[in-house]
């Protein structure tokens, strides 16, 4: 254990403070080694070793040191760890020291201290807000070459790491009656008063301890000291099992009928996260009340280079004074609006540091200021701070308008509170004015929710535990519990909170920042007003102001306040920009949480994934399926020959291939052919028991939803299959059509796609190799079991199936279905009883070979623009009946002739290649859309033809048979005659079906 | 009439460097209305700005008022993801935005406002044979429509986006679609840009004046009713977008449109890092990097009714769950603002622009999630449709009488659902 | 003929062990799959309810819930699904045998449909089992809200499952489509895996 | 936003998928003015700023459709029931 020498940390105080002096911590900032203590920011820790200069300005690449102490930091941001660990932008006063840490500085070339680009600085009067929008524009072409290649590589701040994101994220959800939204005294009041009532409460706390200001200054409670009536606080917390503490937990954002979304940094105060732990985690909070008590931020003034490193919110050196036992400088002026500056004055003195002059803004102070130890300047400002990389001294302007010059390593400036209302104002609400304390006080608020403490403008310690202890009290009522206010605990401390704010300075020469991180002046604003930019949002939009990873938090008043004063409106007159979530900024990967990488959507497995597996099968993604795509065989080097190989044997042999992706309904009642009558295209009412037919459904507005099969297994019992892409959007609209259409009819649907392993056994030993497996009592001959016969039958000795003889490939086809269970060893069993015939496994690609020799229409087809007619389909329209869709498919338009139509086209010279998207094109005419008469929608090369073929739409389609025309696909540089011909290629008269 | 504003010019941006910028004016003027306009327009957007702009430009019709109930650009044009292109599939929605593409091409230098109109590239991967032959479909109908259209390889993919997954991903990517052409303009430029150039042909644009009520007699319209008072208009024009169906049922117009809410966010400044526009064709995410260096970034439609101009969290996530699938090392970026606008969905996806049954009163609407591209084309032609009173033959197939004839302009082949266009 | 073994859609990767952060003692999570079980949709016809419900009483003893709640007795549960709609549950031969005196009782009265191959099932147990499931349960699992006797059916990260509480350990068991349970494992142990979990030996499929 | 399901309880809003309008009236198609009728039906919406009828189906619950009144302008809930009730079916 080493103990904590001047040398070490010279800027440590000796004691106080709520960190762990006898613990150092080593960490780097710009590859210097330092020393902090557990308990410090990164902030904190180089303040206590006189690091000031920390990061460049967004635009002008100025010198920037530590503003705040919190989240609200618009200056002090670095890239923490690094190589894919790297976090751009972190915020030194939020990142938690542990050790090892590292962080660099951030927007800098070749060096923070010596940064080249601070030439812009020096061009600020041409960089002035909006210029971008008045140059560059002569001579044009010089725009795209040089101008915008220059503008887009000066943007940005930190950079991003190149590597994938090695650490885990996860989404959690929580559930209670009260949620806390802040712990200071409001906060942890609030939650004691709803904790003692019974109600299950959950405290969140962006900061990794808990107490909020309390932390930061040297208030005593009930007799104690603050830091220790939170332990107190938090320990009777952590007694009730209805109570869960979050720390490091920011609520980012509000969401409707009481969902808050919120994201805990589990392990962000380690190096690498541990073991088997996320690094983030997302909260979504259900709660049926939530208490706001998210505090205050200081805000600033505005005066020439007020963006000094060494001038810092008077709040923030309380902070690291009282908090983290730092004095952020030895010579220190402090300039305020009110008697936070007062307050800062005697902290800092109590430390030991001197104290060069308290400037307040308030003449009438100047009574007062006779009892103090120190200088005062009443009724002055601070005009100009000087120095460079740190802050040597500033000028400041007394009453009389006389300039004193004052030396300093520290300006602590106070004007004001600016309630953290941000979370009151994501549904909608607006703040109000509050003239008392100058400052924009939360609006209408968003359902069940209330605010208290500094948040709400209360800005004293009384008023936040008041306010505490009475809405939690009234949020454990109105949640169902027997809640009363709890007793206040006593506090000995007089705060003023009234003031006048000074918001900007004039006078001094050099920029005064409002925005620090997006170094917006109060030159820019003026300039907005006079080009007209001076609504709020315009003054937003047209300088930037509020824009910054910060959101404007330190700076939003400020610029409007300074705008109302340019206008002569008032600051309510003015009003606010727009609060938006997140609250603080939210990594992508807490948001995403599991659902990343490969783990990005669930994966869906069908039966015989395992197998195709051990077959070396090639998969691939179909909508959430993994599918076998085909199974190569030793000697195959082109997958193409993997699928001839197995089209091919379909068509001689025998073929088995996994069809239980496609979705199965199980639909039975009195009224089920009734209905399926009216969801149908086609007659499906009278289909006989024990005989399947395939079926097309469109759209309400006529065009063609999906297509499969409907099979009568009873009376009052059918099995449908849909597409596999198209099954929840078909169940979906079934239920639609069951529950509020015909809410009347008798029937009731059960999704059965799981339940089922189903396989299409095809080819002319189609039956023969079923035939070894089907128990004895059962007939499967031609004559028992017709093509689109069905059957409910036994096999391998007695386990339940269903037999379908349907055909997709137009051969002698039957699909078969056992219990998902049985899939495994139902494929193992078929590619045994297959072997002497052949049997090959089959993947998607040989099915789409087989349908397209067929002419049926899937997926590319069925794309939700075509109707039953453009697909050949529109025979099957019955005349007789009502069904979805009918009325709207007779629109005239889609009656014209115009309207492409299903065909079948083979090259004409058969080595030529069609690609799937190629337009057609009449003979001899030019590429441009007047000619184009169709498309291409899906091409094989047919091992039964021995050359491509393609089914496309094309415009008259059906009287050009024998016709030529060009496949034109000019992505691929392709032009390819082809004729037109009928869209079945093998077998049309469809006899091998009936085998 | 108050001052027009300084042209920008090299000249004038030196001197009034020296000069502290001092003598720069306002960008246009805030007039009060005056009691009647040949033409007014209602809605402040990008759409009601150009076209105003057109009907004095082209037409010489600069007796014109464009009303917008709020600040200029509070509506879709100043939340848009700003993403130009015409990568459509149906020629004549491919017809119509590859003229505004070409509008765009020149637009800085005719409104004499830079709008940064950036055309990196707009990338659409794939991950599946069947999207690629869509791809292939859309690509193909685009350079017959004369625009343009590349197909990449994967390896050419990972050329221009090394860090998007290509080797532990759910969904592969296998190749995409780029249009070079397409990229990025600078929203709010493009509002003010127009709204100065109109200014400068003497058209009013009056801002906090919310059309209430529309004044029809004898099947002709004679005027707006307005927070600022009643506004007599010779021609009426509603371009306001997210808010079509209400403004449209002032004058007793239904309407084929929902309005619902789609949401946009903005990650915190980086250093450049992903160079064009990219679309996730396995999820719904896309993105690009503004000149500031923020990510812009979507999604999917939060796909409720809404008129409440932000969304809930499943969108968000949805959104996030789809950067990280794409490019891993998004995870540890942060979005810093997330917000929502509200869009007028058609039944096919398709804008409208049409006259109506009454007469002098115009309809440019249904923009969808997609109209910002749009702007310059839809001004001209909105521009000419007022004019002349009749369409040009770029919009004729928007005419509102296509959902009735079955003429429909169904790019995703979604149906009457506007959600899940 | 060949005969056809069962195999569960977990087999390949709910292996029996330990797995995860390294404890002492009984593990705060236990998962064990029971691929025994029978479901069986039971669905009431148009204007059945009531009659089902007197149906089932007069065969089980068992009320028909008229919410997402489960019954049990003797091995055999009912779990209310949907309006008129509900899974029987059996475990073991008694409650096999009564599920199928249940469902032949029921014809033309209710649609039954079989979903023992449809559905994975999978206890998860111990005291962490809840922390677990709020990783991917939108719903409020929390004692005064969710109990012994209560279910739900409801998306588990983004796969759909129904879920009912066994007892006070808590335990609870998830039935998800079977096509999706290697999917759903992978999450689930990568969810528990902070806390440390067991695999313990499946029951023999059926 | 939270949807409260008659049946499942209160749900995440992320549980159920949207339609569009409640309470359209399918048209009769052998009327006269089908042609027109479906028109309306199928693409007319009156898409109001203020309470709107509309169907919600809670796909990963009980698989109802929901009737529900929502404001389009605060997506505050006013009422949510089962389109098909009891006794129906
Ligand atoms: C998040 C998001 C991302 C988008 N991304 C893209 C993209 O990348 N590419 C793309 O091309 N498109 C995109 N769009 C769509 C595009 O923004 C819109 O289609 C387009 O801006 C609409 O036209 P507009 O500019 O005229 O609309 P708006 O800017 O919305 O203009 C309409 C105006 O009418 C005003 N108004 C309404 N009612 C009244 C009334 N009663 N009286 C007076 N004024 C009224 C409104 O206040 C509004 O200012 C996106 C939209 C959103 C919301
Ligand atoms: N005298 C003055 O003028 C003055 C002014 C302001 C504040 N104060 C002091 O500040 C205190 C106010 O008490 P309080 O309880 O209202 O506020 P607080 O500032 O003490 O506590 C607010 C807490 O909320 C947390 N927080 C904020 N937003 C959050 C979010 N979105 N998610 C999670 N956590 C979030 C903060 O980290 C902080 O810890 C009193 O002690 C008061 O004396 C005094
Ligand atoms: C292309 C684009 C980029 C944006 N970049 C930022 C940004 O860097 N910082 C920021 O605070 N907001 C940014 N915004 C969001 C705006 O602040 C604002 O949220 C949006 O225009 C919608 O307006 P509203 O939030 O006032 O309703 C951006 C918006 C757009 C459209
Ligand atoms: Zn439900």
Redesign the pocket.
């Known amino acids: 254990m080493t103990s904590l020498s001047q040398t070490q940390e010279p800027f440590r105080l000796k004691t106080g403070g709520l960190i762990d002096r006898s613990q150092p911590l080593s960490f780097r900032f710009d590859g210097r080694s330092y020393t902090g203590r557990p308990g410090d920011t990164l902030a904190s820790g180089l303040l206590a070793n006189g690091v000031h200069l920390v990061g460049r300005s967004f635009k002008y690449h100025r010198p920037r040191g530590i503003f705040t102490a ?1 989240p609200e930091e618009p200056n002090a941001l670095v890239e923490l760890r690094r190589g894919p660990r790297a976090e751009p932008n972190s915020k030194a006063t939020t990142v938690e020291l542990y050790e090892g840490l590292e962080a660099t500085s951030q927007n800098r070339w070749p060096s923070l201290s010596l940064d080249l680009l601070s030439i812009n600085s020096a061009l600020s009067p041409f960089l002035a807000a909006g210029f971008y929008y008045k140059t560059f524009m002569w001579p044009a072409r010089f725009w795209k070459r040089l101008y915008e290649p220059v503008i887009r590589r000066g943007a940005g701040l930190g950079r991003a790491s190149l590597q994938p994101d090695p650490d885990l994220y996860e989404k959690a959800y929580a559930h209670c009656d009260v949620l806390i ?7 942890l009041m609030a939650a004691l008063a709803a904790a003692r009532a019974g109600a299950r409460v959950i405290l ?4 990794f301890r808990f ?4 932390l930061a ?1 040297r ?1 005593s409670i009930d007799g104690m000291s603050a830091a220790e009536w939170v332990e107190r606080a938090l320990a009777e917390l952590a007694s009730f099992d209805s109570v869960r503490l979050m720390p490091r ?4 954002g509000v969401y409707d009928q009481g969902t808050y979304g ?1 994201v805990e940094r589990v392990n962000d105060h380690l190096a690498v996260p541990q073991e088997f732990q996320p690094r983030q985690r997302s909260w979504h909070i259900v709660a049926k009340r939530a208490v706001l ?4 931020i200081e805000r600033t003034m505005a005066f020439a280079n007020n963006d000094r490193p060494g001038v810092m919110l008077a709040s923030a050196v309380r902070a690291y004074v009282n908090r983290f036992g730092v004095a952020p400088g030895k010579r220190v002026v402090v300039f305020a609006s ?3 500056g007062w307050r800062t004055a005697e902290t800092l003195a109590a430390t030991g540091v001197a104290i060069e002059a308290v400037v307040d803004t308030r003449e009438d102070q100047a009574l007062l200021a006779s009892s103090f130890p120190w200088r005062v300047i009443p009724g002055g400002a601070v005009e100009r701070a000087h120095g460079g990389h740190r802050l040597r001294g500033v000028t400041v302007r007394d009453a009389s308008g006389a300039a004193i010059e004052l030396d300093c390593d520290l300006l602590a400036v106070a004007n004001g ?1 600016n309630p ?1 209302l941000h ?1 009151t104002c994501h549904l909608g609400g607006r703040p109000v004015w509050n003239d008392s304390i100058s400052a924009f006080v939360p609006g209408p608020l968003p359902p069940r929710m209330s605010v ?4 709400a403008g209360h ?3 009384a008023e ?1 535990i008041a306010d ?1 202890a009475r809405l939690g009290a009234e949020a454990a009522k109105e949640t169902g519990f027997d809640a009363s206010p709890p007793a206040l605990p006593g506090v000995e401390v007089e ?1 003023g ?1 009234a003031h006048v704010p000074l918001w900007r300075v004039g006078g001094g020469k050099g920029p005064a920042f409002v925005d620090l991180q997006n170094d917006v002046t109060t030159k820019d604003i003026e300039l907005a007003h006079r080009e007209g930019y001076g609504a709020v949002e315009h003054l937003k939009r047209y300088t930037t102001l509020g824009m910054a990873t910060d959101q404007g938090k330190t700076a939003n008043v400020n610029g409007l306040a300074i705008m109302a004063e340019i206008t002569g409106r008032s600051i309510p007159q003015t009003g606010t920009t727009a609060f938006r979530p997140p ?2 900024p939210v990594t992508l990967g807490a948001l995403a949480g599991q659902h990343r990488a490969s783990h990005f959507r669930p994966k869906r497995l069908p039966p015989s994934h395992a197998w195709a597996e051990e077959q070396g099968a090639v998969l691939a993604e179909a909508g959430l399926w993994i599918r076998a795509q085909w199974y190569p065989k030793a000697g195959e080097e082109r997958w193409q020959q993997s699928v001839a190989r197995e089209a091919a044997t379909v068509r001689r042999a025998v073929g088995v291939c996994d069809v239980s992706t496609l979705g199965k309904i199980d639909i039975q009642g009195a009224d089920a052919g009734t209905f399926l009558d009216r969801v149908y295209i086609n007659k499906m009412m009278m289909l006989a028991v024990g005989k399947a037919r395939y079926g097309v459904m469109l759209r309400e507005d006529g065009f063609a939803m999906d297509d499969g099969t409907v099979a009568r297994l009873g009376v009052q019992h059918f099995v449908t299959t849909t597409t596999t892409a198209n099954a929840a959007k078909v169940m979906q609209h079934l239920e639609f059509c069951r529950q509020v259409l015909w809410p009347n009819l008798d029937l009731k649907l059960v999704s059965v796609t799981d339940q089922w392993a189903q396989y299409s056994i095809a080819g002319p030993r189609a039956r023969d190799v079923l035939a070894k497996l089907v128990d004895p009592a059962f007939d499967i001959s031609n004559e028992a079991l017709p093509r689109m016969g069905v059957t409910a039958l036994e096999v391998c000795g007695g386990v339940p199936a269903r037999l379908f003889r349907v055909s997709y490939s137009g051969e002698l086809a039957y699909e078969i279905a056992v219990p998902a269970r049985y899939g495994d060893a139902l494929m193992r069993a078929l590619i045994e009883a297959g072997e002497e015939y052949g049997i090959v496994p089959y993947g998607t690609e040989a099915l789409n070979v087989l349908r397209i020799e067929k002419g049926h229409v899937a997926g590319p087809e069925f794309n939700g623009q075509t109707t039953a007619r453009d697909l050949g389909l529109g025979g099957m329209m019955a005349r007789d009946k009502d069904y979805i869709g009918r009325v709207m498919a007779e629109r005239p338009a889609l009656q014209g002739v115009e309207r492409p139509i299903l065909v079948g086209v083979m090259p004409l010279r058969p080595s030529r290649i069609l690609s799937a998207g190629s337009h057609f094109l009449a003979a001899g005419s030019g590429y441009v859309a007047a000619n184009d008469e169709g498309h291409l929608t899906s091409v094989a090369w047919s091992p039964e033809l021995g050359h491509d073929i393609g089914l496309g739409f094309l415009k008259r389609g059906t009287d050009r048979l024998g016709e030529r025309i060009r496949a034109v696909d000019l992505l691929r540089g392709q032009d390819v005659e082809c004729v037109v011909c009928a869209p079945v290629f093998v077998d049309p008269k469809g006899e091998r079906t009936r085998a | 009439m108050g001052p027009r504003s300084l042209r920008y010019s090299l000249f004038n941006l030196v001197s009034q460097t020296f000069a502290g910028n001092r003598g720069w004016t306002p960008a246009w003027r805030k007039p009060a209305p005056k009691p009647a306009y040949d033409v007014v327009i209602v809605g402040g957007g990008g759409h009601g700005l150009a076209t105003a702009y057109y009907l004095a430009k082209q037409h010489g019709i600069s007796n014109v008022a464009v009303v917008e109930k709020g600040y200029l650009g509070s509506g879709n044009v100043g939340r848009n993801t700003t993403i130009v292109r015409s990568n459509y599939l149906l020629p004549e929605n491919i017809a119509f935005y590859e003229r505004s593409l070409k509008l765009w091409e020149g637009l800085a230098q005719e409104l004499n406002f830079n709008t940064m109109v950036s055309q990196r590239g707009v990338i659409n991967v794939y991950h599946s044979d069947p999207q690629r032959n869509a791809y292939v479909r859309r690509g193909n109908a685009m350079r017959l429509s004369g625009a343009d259209a590349e197909l990449l390889s994967r390896d050419q993919v990972r050329e221009l986006l090394p860090f998007a997954d290509f080797d532990n991903a759910r969904f592969p990517i296998r190749g995409a679609l780029m249009q070079r052409r397409g990229g990025t303009v600078r929203h709010d430029a493009v509002a003010w840009g127009y709204a100065r150039a109109a200014d400068a042909q003497g058209v009013d644009i009056i801002e906090n004046c919310e059309v209430t009520g529309i004044s029809i007699e004898q099947g002709r319209v004679r005027g707006v009713q307005t927070t600022r008072g009643f506004i007599g208009a010779g021609k009426l024009g509603l371009a306001v977008a997210g808010n079509s169906s209400h403004v449209a049922a002032l004058a007793g117009l239904r309407l084929p449109i929902e309005s619902h809410v789609i949401q946009a966010f903005v990650s915190e400044g980086l250093k450049p890092l992903i160079d064009n526009v990219v679309t996730f064709g396995a999820g719904h995410f896309y993105v690009s990097q503004s000149d500031k260096g923020g990510l812009v970034f979507g999604g999917d439609l939060d796909g409720y009714n809404s008129y409440a101009q932000r969304g809930n969290l499943p969108v968000v996530e949805d959104v996030a769950e789809g950067a990280c699938a794409l490019f891993p090392n998004l995870a540890r970026l942060r979005i810093l603002r997330n917000w929502g606008g509200i869009i007028d969905m058609t039944m096919d996806g398709s804008p409208i622009i049409d006259k109506t049954g009454i007469g002098g009163l115009y309809f440019n609407g249904g923009w969808c999630y997609g109209g910002f591209k749009a702007t310059p084309a839809s001004g001209a032609s909105f521009a000419h449709l007022i004019a002349k009173d009749e369409p040009d033959a770029l919009i004729r197939p928007f005419r509102l009488d296509r959902f009735a004839r079955g003429a429909i302009l169904d790019e995703k082949g979604m149906g009457a659902q506007p959600n899940l266009h | 003929m060949p005969k056809l073994a069962p195999l569960s859609p977990l087999a390949a990767v709910a292996v029996p062990g330990r797995y995860g952060k390294c404890i002492g003692g009984p593990r705060p999570v236990v998962l064990t799959e029971r691929p025994d079980m029978r479901l069986c949709v039971l669905s009431a016809r148009r204007g059945a309810s009531a009659q089902v419900a007197e149906m089932v009483q007069g065969l089980t003893g068992l009320t028909l819930p008229q919410g997402p709640k489960r019954v049990a007795k003797q091995g055999l549960a009912l779990i209310g699904t949907a309006p008129d709609q509900w899974l029987a549950v059996a475990e073991g031969d008694a409650a096999s045998a009564s599920l199928d005196t249940l469902i032949e009782a029921l014809a033309g009265t209710a649609t039954t449909v079989d979903q023992s191959g449809g559905k994975a099932v999978l206890r998860v147990s111990g005291s962490r089992a809840r922390a677990v499931l709020a990783k991917g349960c939108m719903l409020d699992l929390d004692p005064r809200a969710f109990t012994p006797g209560d279910a739900a059916t409801t998306p588990i990260a983004l796969i759909d499952c129904v879920l009912w509480q066994l007892d006070e350990a808590p335990s609870y068991d998830l039935a998800m489509p079977s096509t999706f349970a290697t999917s759903f494992w992978a999450w689930l142990t990568a969810s528990a895996a902070e806390f440390g979990y067991e695999v313990a030996a499946p029951q023999q499929p059926r | 936003m939270r949807i409260k399901c008659p049946y499942c309880g209160e749900r995440d809003a992320a549980e159920f998928t949207y339609l569009g309008a409640a309470d359209l009236v399918r048209p009769d198609a052998a009327a006269k003015d089908a042609a027109s009728a479906f028109y309306e039906y199928v693409y007319i919406r009156d898409n109001p700023a203020g309470p709107h009828a509309e169907l919600w189906y809670h796909a990963g619950g009980c698989r109802s459709w929901l009737r529900v009144v929502r404001d389009t302008r605060t997506h505050a809930i006013a009422s949510a029931e089962l389109v098909k009730r009891d006794g129906t079916g």
């Open positions: 919190g939204i802040g712990s200071g005294p409001a906060g969140a706390e962006e900061d107490g909020g200001r309390l200054e208030f937990t920011t609520v980012y919120a008590a998210s505090g205050a009110c008697d936070d509170w953290s979370l208290g403490g500094a948040a800005l004293t310690l936040a505490g705060e909170t609250y603080g």
